[in-house]
């Protein structure tokens, strides 16, 4: 893909920052489970949007698939199974090359997606015995081929994976549901003439930061004795944190983060009355970020930026290898040293599947099996920034 920068070609239809855009498709799928593939239809979703930056997309995304359940192997039958998804879509062409009005985008003609989300399976019966809905985390990879057919109206080839969990409908190993559709896109009008405003990312290599943070862990199963005095139900541990971002204005910033290291699962999970084993593990997450202390207006002089955050990624574990997807969200203190560092506060809270936790809660809940954390750090800047702090005007240094 690098490689391809260098190309000096055209690129894609432009979008306007902060347009809007909604789509529906419909197709068929493949779906992966216990060592076999199913194919058939339908598939079919709805995807509503916005260009939040010239290059990045934000989505939230609904797609359907009527499938058999590792349950209806032999009967025919199918179940719905739904996936709620928040996406990001990627403008290749737009990050590295000038925008025009084009039918076909070149010289990548795709937008790669990643999304993170929820998944369901109906109620299925399987001869005289009914098996309940069945819920978890998923994952999503994709590509998007869009086709101008009006100045406001496209076409569109699109491709999904979902990565669905080792034990999610009785299906234990790797398990995927692959779509493939086609629909039809509306947006709103082009901005050809769009320029970046004074708080902006001038090119791609300015504003990109590095930063180291430690702290606290907290193992939380339904937040059950999270802050515990005994030795045994002790849930916290040192933990630490390393990331890369880069501001892309004054308002949103984008950071790819490695956190984790030490946790402990649930007290009593292998042997009643005995502290849960302790083990290592690592999640790497995506993080959107949002600046609300510019949110309205940016203010020369103001050194607090404060950065509420979604976000998601792989997580997995060491001495019992499992490779799953979880959640983050939380919020960033970010405070301006000088020109080249800052120093942050981060609170955030981790949702991963219990099989990496090492348990569930009381009340067997997957949205309250995490981690809570809390770390102080270092950021360094790199490259040419104007977004982050401005001196006021008429500012006098010693």
């Given at each position: 893909?690098?490689a391809?920068?260098?190309?000096?070609?055209?690129?894609?239809?432009?979008?306007?920052?902060?347009?809007?855009?909604?789509?529906?498709?419909?197709?068929?799928?493949?779906?992966?489970?216990?060592?076999?593939v199913?194919?058939?239809?339908?598939?079919?979703g709805?995807?509503?949007?916005?260009w939040?930056?010239?290059?990045?997309?934000?989505?939230?995304?609904?797609?359907?698939?009527?499938?058999?359940?590792?349950?209806?192997a032999?009967?025919?039958?199918?179940?719905?199974?739904?996936?709620?998804?928040a996406?990001?879509?990627?403008?290749?062409?737009?990050?590295?090359?000038?925008?025009?009005?084009?039918?076909?985008?070149?010289?990548?003609?795709?937008?790669?997606?990643?999304?993170?989300?929820?998944?369901?399976?109906?109620?299925?019966?399987?001869?005289?015995?009914?098996?309940?809905?069945d819920?978890?985390?998923?994952?999503?990879?994709?590509?998007?081929?869009?086709?101008?057919?009006?100045?406001?109206?496209?076409?569109?080839?699109e491709?999904?994976?979902?990565?669905?969990?080792?034990?999610?409908d009785?299906?234990?190993?790797?398990?995927?549901?692959?779509?493939?559709?086609?629909?039809?896109?509306?947006?709103?009008?082009?901005?050809?003439?769009?320029r970046?405003t004074?708080?902006?990312?001038?090119?791609?290599?300015?504003?990109?930061?590095?930063?180291?943070?430690?702290?606290?862990?907290?193992?939380?199963?339904?937040?059950?004795?999270?802050?515990?005095?005994?030795?045994?139900?002790?849930?916290?541990?040192?933990?630490?944190?390393?990331?890369?971002?880069?501001?892309?204005?004054?308002?949103?910033?984008?950071?790819?983060?490695?956190?984790?290291?030490?946790?402990?699962?649930?007290?009593?999970?292998?042997?009643?009355?005995?502290p849960?084993?302790?083990?290592?593990?690592?999640?790497?997450?995506?993080?959107?970020?949002?600046?609300?202390?510019?949110?309205?207006?940016?203010?020369?002089?103001?050194?607090?930026?404060?950065?509420?955050?979604?976000?998601?990624?792989?997580?997995?574990?060491?001495?019992?290898?499992?490779?799953s997807?979880?959640?983050?969200?939380?919020?960033m203190?970010?405070?301006?040293?000088?020109?080249?560092?800052?120093?942050?506060?981060?609170?955030?809270?981790?949702?991963?599947?219990?099989?990496?936790?090492?348990?569930?809660?009381?009340?067997?809940?997957?949205?309250?099996?995490?981690?809570?954390?809390?770390?102080?750090?270092?950021?360094?800047?790199?490259?040419h920034?104007t977004?982050?702090?401005?001196?006021?005007?008429?500012?006098?240094?010693?």
């Amino acid at each position: 893909m690098f490689a391809l920068c260098c190309l000096g070609a055209k690129a894609q239809p432009a979008v306007m920052p902060g347009s809007l855009y909604a789509s529906i498709h419909g197709g068929g799928f493949a779906y992966n489970h216990y060592g076999e593939v199913s194919f058939g239809a339908p598939s079919f979703g709805a995807e509503i949007g916005s260009w939040i930056m010239k290059p990045l997309a934000f989505q939230i995304a609904y797609d359907g698939v009527m499938a058999p359940s590792t349950f209806q192997a032999n009967s025919g039958n199918k179940a719905l199974f739904s996936f709620v998804s928040a996406e990001f879509k990627w403008d290749f062409n737009a990050t590295f090359f000038h925008v025009y009005n084009k039918t076909f985008q070149y010289p990548i003609p795709f937008y790669p997606m990643i999304g993170l989300g929820l998944l369901w399976r109906n109620g299925v019966t399987e001869e005289s015995k009914t098996h309940p809905t069945d819920n978890d985390f998923q994952a999503m990879l994709g590509l998007q081929m869009p086709v101008r057919l009006t100045d406001r109206l496209s076409a569109k080839l699109e491709y999904k994976c979902f990565f669905l969990p080792q034990t999610f409908d009785n299906s234990y190993g790797d398990n995927y549901m692959h779509t493939l559709s086609l629909g039809l896109m509306w947006r709103q009008g082009d901005d050809p003439f769009h320029r970046k405003t004074a708080f902006a990312a001038r090119n791609t290599g300015e504003d990109w930061f590095v930063g180291f943070g430690v702290g606290a862990l907290f193992n939380s199963f339904e937040f059950e004795e999270i802050f515990g005095d005994n030795a045994k139900t002790k849930l916290w541990n040192i933990t630490g944190d390393m990331m890369v971002g880069r501001n892309w204005s004054d308002i949103w910033t984008i950071r790819f983060e490695l956190s984790g290291y030490f946790a402990r699962g649930r007290y009593g999970s292998v042997d009643k009355g005995q502290p849960g084993l302790w083990y290592m593990f690592n999640m790497l997450h995506t993080d959107f970020m949002v600046n609300m202390a510019h949110l309205f207006r940016f203010k020369r002089g103001d050194r607090l930026s404060v950065l509420p955050y979604l976000g998601a990624g792989p997580v997995w574990t060491y001495r019992k290898p499992v490779f799953s997807v979880g959640a983050d969200f939380g919020a960033m203190l970010r405070y301006y040293v000088d020109n080249m560092g800052d120093v942050f506060f981060d609170a955030k809270y981790m949702m991963v599947p219990p099989r990496v936790a090492g348990g569930t809660g009381p009340h067997g809940s997957i949205f309250g099996t995490g981690y809570l954390t809390f770390t102080v750090g270092y950021i360094c800047n790199f490259g040419h920034s104007t977004v982050r702090y401005r001196m006021p005007v008429n500012h006098c240094t010693d």
